[in-house]
């Protein structure tokens, strides 16, 4: 029995008649998936810390595709968030779709796509043939949210970075929910082998509540590398589902650095496959929140051939009455003899009301491998208070700069400055 | 330096404090002039690092009794940053390790917020590297300490010629050293003594507190004052410190109890 809030999303969908036949086929293939995949309740494990029923009860409309008048909303929230750095090599998605005016893309390299899959023109490449194949193929099809956004595909943001091209200045793809509205991006970012992106995700939204369920699917070519920042800095009353797929081929690096500040419930999915030796990856996160906000955050690497490398550092800065949860599985199959592994989850509690779930989960069929986990949670540490104290500093000046600390070792990893010294300052005033 | 008619800087007098209930300090007193240096010995659980807390005003330490004259001030009554800014330094037996926070920024919040409460100008980034240039000479240091993060990986010297430069930057009037000594080797034991004897002044006055005689050589104290039991039993000159060297703290703990 379809569920009627999935029912009612899809019966509100454009006419998709002009889409590509591969495309049709797979958004039919995922509507059927939802025939039987259930809403996740809190019964179901992976999602027992994390209630989205509300979704069911909120009225929200999708954007018509078919009307092409510009969104000028969202304008002023834009500015702040396009990055110096990126003044030519920026697309904007509103609200799920591609928007012209405020996408930059000035003397592309050659061979390089980024844009709307709908305008990926590329001499002698066929788009089914170089495309298709990657799309749906590394997010888990039998998860909900994905069948959901699979479902409902229009557009896709599409990054393509062909073989041995180093590209140099830092890619933005900066998406905007539109008030009341259900967005659901769709990324892809292929770097074929030998590649390298540094790639900034940006999540904003209009101060309303909206829904935005957000499927980026990456692949990594043998050697290819990627520094991949994440930054979702949504709206207080906004609902977030990210999902990000990364597929990594043999000797390939993929760094990412994914913060979390905003949305009132977040989740965060994340799946690493390595799927050749001596892979690496690093994965590093933030999560500051307060109020009433949730947030949560599961990641799996599955490490499926020697040698392989992983390292994570996942920080919860849990405020007021906020509830941070972390779940972190770590996969060695039996043939990824060799693997090193290291996982760290550090949660800080700055009040009593404040709540932090983290569960680091290893699964190990491999007997020669090198895996650490640690988790702690704690509060400010009394001792270190009373240093800032004795060399002058107030106690509230004091914990600010303990909790900024916290927070720094995460943000001081990512590689733009212009977004580092922004989100320091987001810190800073957020610690208070 | 003992300075005739010198002003008082710090009176303590029958101090008794307990940490978790427990009475450590049982009656101490002391007074300390402007140009003194003073050291504190004894042995080990005797209250000395307590004392040393007790001032800087550590949250987990009771005052129970008596009183801590500072410059004419109340001390027990502030805060330990009203303390701080008053102009008492304590230099950390155990410095703490702030990842996150780079060395100068630390250094310069800390100035700044000194300035401030003196109604002095704060200085910027520029201004605050040249201030501290000068400042890292007394203790020797590479100026690429200061990019680090506060302590975060420094040896236990580093992390002890990093408390003697807080003290150069803050300049304090009384500066209480517990256990500076404790796990320097030599070069740094001279290094960081070289930088404690340039900041003294007549101005200021200087509490050292140490196990060993050793930090003596180089730091040489005008008293010295043993420490047994949460109080000050026995106060002599400099040559005080070899006679403990020689004999140990039994026969004061023996003498005490007759």
């Given at each position: 029995?379809?569920d009627?809030?999935?029912?009612?999303?899809?019966?509100?969908?454009?006419?998709?008649?002009?889409?590509p036949?591969?495309?049709?086929?797979?958004?039919?293939?995922?509507?059927?998936?939802?025939?039987?995949?259930?809403?996740?309740?809190?019964?179901?494990?992976?999602?027992?810390?994390?209630?989205?029923?509300e979704?069911?009860?909120?009225?929200?409309?999708?954007?018509?595709?078919?009307?092409?008048?510009?969104i000028?909303?969202?304008?002023?929230?834009?500015d702040?968030?396009?990055?110096p750095?990126s003044?030519?090599?920026?697309?904007?998605?509103i609200?799920g779709?591609?928007?012209?005016?405020?996408?930059?893309?000035?003397?592309?390299?050659?061979?390089?796509?980024?844009?709307?899959?709908k305008?990926?023109?590329?001499?002698?490449?066929?788009?089914?043939?170089?495309?298709?194949?990657?799309?749906?193929?590394?997010?888990?099809?039998?998860?909900?949210?994905?069948?959901?956004?699979?479902a409902?595909?229009?557009?896709?943001a599409?990054?393509?970075?062909?073989?041995?091209l180093?590209?140099?200045?830092?890619?933005?793809?900066?998406?905007?929910?539109?008030?009341?509205?259900?967005?659901?991006?769709?990324?892809?970012?292929?770097?074929?082998?030998?590649?390298?992106?540094?790639?900034v995700e940006?999540?904003i939204?209009?101060?309303?509540?909206?829904?935005?369920?957000?499927?980026?699917?990456?692949?990594?070519?043998?050697?290819?590398?990627?520094?991949?920042?994440?930054?979702?800095?949504?709206?207080?009353?906004?609902?977030?589902?990210?999902h990000?797929?990364?597929?990594?081929?043999?000797?390939s690096?993929?760094?990412?650095n994914?913060?979390?500040l905003?949305?009132k419930?977040?989740?965060?999915?994340?799946?690493?496959?390595?799927?050749?030796?001596?892979?690496?990856?690093?994965?590093?996160?933030?999560?500051?929140?307060?109020?009433?906000?949730?947030?949560?955050?599961?990641?799996?690497?599955?490490?499926?051939?020697?040698?392989?490398?992983?390292?994570?550092?996942?920080?919860?800065?849990?405020?007021?009455?906020?509830?941070?949860?972390?779940?972190?599985?770590?996969?060695?199959?039996?043939a990824?003899?060799?693997?090193?592994?290291?996982?760290?989850?550090r949660?800080?509690?700055?009040?009593?009301?404040?709540?932090?779930?983290?569960?680091?989960?290893?699964?190990?069929?491999?007997?020669?491998v090198?895996?650490?986990?640690g988790?702690?949670?704690?509060?400010?540490?009394?001792?270190?208070?009373?240093?800032?104290?004795?060399?002058?500093?107030?106690l509230?000046?004091?914990?600010?700069?303990?909790?900024?600390?916290?927070?720094?070792?995460?943000i001081?990893?990512?590689?733009?400055?212009?977004?580092?010294?922004?989100l320091?300052?987001v810190?800073l005033?957020?610690?208070? | 330096?003992?300075?005739?008619?010198?002003?008082?800087?710090?009176?303590?007098?029958?101090?008794?404090?307990?940490v978790e209930?427990?009475?450590i300090?049982?009656?101490?007193?002391l007074?300390?002039?402007?140009?003194?240096v003073?050291?504190?010995?004894?042995?080990?659980?005797?209250?000395?690092?307590?004392?040393?807390?007790?001032?800087?005003?550590?949250?987990?330490?009771?005052?129970?009794?008596?009183?801590?004259?500072?410059?004419?001030?109340?001390?027990?009554?502030?805060?330990?940053?009203?303390?701080?800014?008053?102009?008492?330094?304590?230099?950390?037996?155990?410095?703490?390790?702030?990842?996150?926070?780079?060395?100068?920024?630390?250094?310069?919040?800390?100035?700044?917020?000194?300035?401030?409460?003196?109604?002095?100008?704060?200085?910027?980034?520029?201004?605050?590297?040249?201030?501290v240039?000068?400042?890292?000479?007394?203790?020797?240091?590479?100026?690429?300490?200061?990019?680090?993060?506060?302590?975060?990986?420094?040896?236990?010297?580093e992390?002890?010629?990093?408390?003697?430069?807080?003290?150069?930057?803050?300049?304090?009037k009384?500066?209480?050293?517990?256990?500076?000594?404790?796990?320097?080797?030599?070069?740094?034991?001279?290094?960081?003594?070289?930088?404690?004897?340039?900041?003294?002044t007549?101005?200021?006055?200087?509490?050292?507190?140490?196990?060993?005689?050793?930090?003596?050589?180089?730091i040489?104290?005008?008293?010295?004052h043993?420490?047994?039991?949460?109080?000050?039993?026995?106060?002599?000159?400099?040559?005080?410190a070899?006679?403990?060297?020689?004999?140990?703290?039994?026969w004061?703990?023996?003498?005490?109890?007759?």
């Amino acid at each position: 029995m379809i569920d009627l809030f999935v029912q009612d999303l899809l019966s509100q969908q454009p006419n998709f008649d002009h889409a590509p036949a591969w495309l049709k086929s797979l958004r039919a293939n995922a509507s059927d998936r939802l025939n039987y995949l259930k809403f996740p309740t809190t019964k179901d494990e992976e999602w027992r810390n994390n209630n989205f029923s509300e979704l069911k009860d909120i009225a929200l409309t999708t954007v018509d595709s078919i009307v092409e008048e510009p969104i000028t909303n969202p304008i002023h929230i834009l500015d702040d968030h396009i990055l110096p750095e990126s003044a030519e090599s920026l697309i904007t998605f509103i609200d799920g779709r591609f928007s012209h005016e405020f996408s930059a893309l000035e003397g592309l390299p050659t061979g390089v796509f980024i844009g709307s899959f709908k305008n990926f023109t590329h001499l002698g490449i066929d788009l089914a043939a170089s495309l298709f194949p990657h799309i749906g193929k590394y997010a888990d099809p039998e998860d909900f949210f994905v069948a959901l956004n699979t479902a409902c595909i229009d557009d896709i943001a599409v990054v393509y970075i062909p073989k041995n091209l180093n590209f140099a200045p830092t890619l933005q793809l900066l998406f905007v929910s539109h008030q009341g509205s259900i967005s659901q991006p769709r990324c892809l970012i292929i770097v074929e082998s030998g590649g390298s992106l540094n790639l900034v995700e940006s999540y904003i939204g209009q101060d309303s509540p909206h829904f935005c369920n957000t499927v980026t699917e990456i692949y990594l070519g043998a050697n290819a590398r990627i520094n991949h920042t994440k930054v979702q800095r949504e709206s207080d009353t906004a609902i977030w589902i990210s999902h990000c797929a990364i597929a990594q081929e043999r000797s390939s690096s993929y760094t990412k650095n994914a913060i979390v500040l905003g949305a009132k419930k977040s989740r965060t999915n994340l799946q690493v496959q390595q799927l050749g030796e001596h892979t690496e990856t690093n994965l590093n996160g933030l999560t500051l929140i307060g109020g009433e906000q949730i947030s949560d955050t599961h990641t799996a690497i599955a490490h499926n051939f020697p040698n392989g490398n992983s390292q994570q550092l996942h920080k919860c800065i849990a405020d007021e009455r906020s509830h941070c949860i972390f779940n972190g599985k770590i996969l060695v199959a039996q043939a990824a003899q060799l693997t090193n592994s290291k996982q760290l989850s550090r949660n800080l509690l700055l009040s009593p009301k404040a709540r932090i779930d983290t569960k680091p989960q290893l699964e190990i069929f491999a007997d020669n491998v090198k895996c650490a986990h640690g988790a702690t949670i704690s509060q400010i540490d009394a001792d270190e208070l009373f240093y800032l104290q004795s060399r002058c500093i107030d106690l509230e000046s004091a914990r600010k700069l303990l909790t900024y600390a916290f927070a720094a070792e995460v943000i001081s990893k990512i590689p733009v400055d212009s977004l580092r010294e922004t989100l320091s300052e987001v810190v800073l005033a957020k610690t208070h | 330096m003992i300075v005739e008619n010198s002003k008082v800087i710090l009176s303590v007098k029958n101090l008794t404090a307990e940490v978790e209930g427990v009475q450590i300090l049982k009656g101490v007193n002391l007074e300390v002039k402007a140009g003194e240096v003073h050291a504190i010995m004894g042995p080990n659980g005797s209250g000395k690092s307590t004392f040393s807390k007790v001032l800087a005003g550590h949250p987990d330490y009771a005052v129970t009794g008596g009183e801590v004259i500072f410059k004419g001030q109340n001390l027990l009554e502030l805060p330990p940053e009203e303390r701080s800014r008053a102009g008492v330094f304590l230099a950390f037996q155990y410095p703490l390790e702030i990842p996150g926070v780079t060395n100068s920024d630390f250094l310069r919040l800390a100035y700044n917020t000194l300035q401030k409460q003196k109604g002095l100008a704060e200085l910027d980034l520029l201004d605050f590297d040249d201030y501290v240039q000068d400042k890292l000479k007394v203790v020797e240091m590479n100026p690429s300490f200061l990019s680090r993060s506060v302590n975060e990986g420094f040896s236990g010297g580093e992390k002890k010629r990093n408390e003697i430069l807080q003290m150069a930057i803050l300049e304090p009037k009384l500066a209480i050293l517990d256990e500076t000594d404790s796990g320097l080797d030599i070069d740094a034991l001279r290094i960081v003594s070289n930088g404690v004897n340039q900041l003294s002044t007549a101005e200021n006055c200087t509490v050292l507190i140490t196990h060993y005689q050793r930090l003596l050589d180089y730091i040489v104290p005008d008293f010295i004052h043993v420490m047994e039991s949460g109080k000050i039993v026995l106060t002599g000159g400099k040559e005080l410190a070899l006679e403990l060297e020689s004999r140990g703290y039994d026969w004061i703990t023996e003498e005490v109890k007759v």
